[in-house]
């Protein structure tokens, strides 16, 4: 009987089940690895990162206001915030017209 055509034994088995598990498992830290040095990763995260701290800080800074302005005050806060967003608007250069 030839050897290429007999069945593995138990102990091959094992090898080959392990030897897939290391090899996987190279793989994935070189996948990290590549993901750890991604620019693109890299400006993303710091792009949701400042987009998630400025949100923070607009709604600290909306409650400190409407605690400063009291229950009087929800007229002016509104208007703050109208204004703020029509100058986002003028600044990002949307164009309504379309």
């Known amino acids: 009987m030839n050897s290429l055509s007999k069945p593995y034994t138990k102990g091959e088995n094992v090898i080959k089940s392990e030897f897939a598990k290391v090899t996987k498992k190279v ?3 070189n996948f990290v690895q590549h993901l750890k040095t ?5 400006q993303v995260s710091l792009t949701f990162g400042t987009r998630i701290f400025i949100f923070i800080i607009g ?3 909306s409650i400190i206001t409407a605690r400063y302005l009291g229950p009087e005050g929800k ?6 915030n109208v ?3 029509f100058s986002y608007w003028k600044r990002s250069k949307v164009d309504f017209k379309k």
């Open 59 to 61: 709604f600290a800074s």
């Open 27 to 29: 793989q994935t830290i």
């Open 38 to 42: 991604s620019v693109f990763l890299q």
């Open 83 to 85: 204004v703020d967003n």
């Open 75 to 80: 007229g002016t806060l509104a208007v703050f």
